[in-house]
């Protein structure tokens, strides 16, 4: 069983920064770990993922966001800098067997996070 727990999300400025944490622990994965958000109304989005020494990035984070991972592969990282409102969600993080192309794709990741609340406020 894989259990995966975020933290550190909260309420910060337009043009600030933050940066969330999930922390995996039970079984891990060789495929990709992703972040994904949602905002109120909206259908859950890829934000971005890792899949060994690759990062793939959203086009509306590139360049602002950044995703690491510690060696063991145990902490996901998800570095936010020149937040909007725009970004204001709960942010989740996946993994699984998620191979290929299919890092995008949130139906392809068994395994969730309860996810954690970001509010950027303008």
């Known amino acids: 069983q894989v259990q995966l727990v975020e933290s550190g999300g909260g309420l910060v400025q337009a043009g600030g920064s933050l940066k969330v944490s999930c922390a995996a622990s039970g079984r891990t994965f060789t495929g990709a770990m992703g972040w994904f958000r949602q905002a109120p109304g909206k259908e859950r989005e890829f934000v971005g993922a890792?899949?060994?020494?690759?990062?793939y990035y959203a086009e509306s984070v590139k360049g602002r966001f950044t995703i690491s991972r510690d060696g063991a592969k145990l902490t996901l990282y998800l570095q936010m800098n020149s937040l909007q409102p725009e970004d204001t969600a709960v942010y989740y993080c996946?993994?699984?067997?998620?191979?290929?192309?299919?890092?995008?794709?949130?139906?392809?990741?068994?395994?969730w996070g309860q996810g954690t609340q970001v509010t950027v406020s303008s």
């Open positions: 996946a993994t699984g067997a998620v191979y290929g192309e299919n890092y995008y794709q949130s139906g392809k990741y068994p395994y």
């Open positions: 890792i899949r060994g020494s690759t990062v």
